[in-house]
């Protein structure tokens, strides 16, 4: 079974700095992976994804990831945060349920926190 | 934008009662998620279905908890009777067959008193 580990329960920053939400996976196979964003008693919304091409990836709010397969990770970073992005972020990868279903599985969750 | 509906959006119950949670899907969407998601953690899935049949429910507390999407279309979850251990946010989402992008709805609240 595959499995995510987002390696920091909370990240604290000041507005206008840069921020790296990391996130490793195990699989033997091929992966699809994403970020999903949650916001205080809402359900999650895609930020990006990564199916296949391109290492890096471009999501909405300047936010970006990097796919490394050979690090199995798939870290989250945006040059320049602002207090708006303060929410719970999730690293999840897809895996086949049988047939051509998926079904994800989510990390614990980053919390981050955009202080003035 | 189409968009994943649930409701209630917030429900409180005393526990041994029956609560029962709504989805409707994303029109076209084939499959059908129930999360469950306990507050400070990541949502692991309940129950998956393509159209009205299940694809997945092997974490489905089976002895209290039921699904289903008779018509292929929208789903109800039900819990019967409620413990205090299924407070927890309960999220609904859905994608096209085969896709391996999923849509979430807004959730549903669920306090446990």
């Known amino acids: 079974a595959q499995s995510v580990t987002q390696l920091d329960s909370q990240v604290p920053v000041f507005e206008e700095a840069p921020v790296e939400l990391r996130c490793n996976y195990s699989s033997s196979v091929s992966v699809y992976l994403f970020w999903y964003v949650q916001y205080p008693n809402q359900g999650l919304q895609l930020l990006l994804k990564?199916?296949?091409?391109?290492?890096l990836v471009k999501g909405i709010n300047g936010f970006e990831a990097e796919f490394n397969k050979s690090q199995t990770s798939f870290h989250l970073r945006k040059p320049s945060v602002h207090i708006s992005d303060t929410a719970e972020y999730f690293c999840a990868v897809s895996q086949n349920s049988g047939g051509s279903n998926y079904k994800l599985t989510f990390g614990k969750g980053t919390l981050l926190t955009v202080n003035p | 934008e189409a968009e994943v509906a649930q409701s209630p959006r917030y429900k409180i119950t005393e526990k041994s009662q029956a609560v029962a949670f709504w989805c409707d899907p994303i029109?076209?969407?084939?499959?059908l998620y129930w999360y469950r998601q306990i507050l400070g953690q990541g949502p692991e899935l309940l129950v998956q279905?393509?159209?009205?049949?299940?694809?997945?429910d092997s974490q489905l507390p089976k002895d209290r908890f039921s699904a289903e999407r008779l018509k292929g279309v929208d789903s109800t979850l039900k819990i019967q009777p409620a413990e205090l251990g299924d407070s927890a946010m309960y999220l609904c989402a859905s994608s096209a067959s085969g896709a391996r992008h999923t849509c979430f709805g807004p959730g549903t609240r669920l306090t446990v008193l």
């Open positions: 029109s076209g969407h084939a499959t």
């Open positions: 279905f393509q159209d009205e049949s299940v694809v997945d």
């Open positions: 990564y199916l296949s091409g391109s290492t």
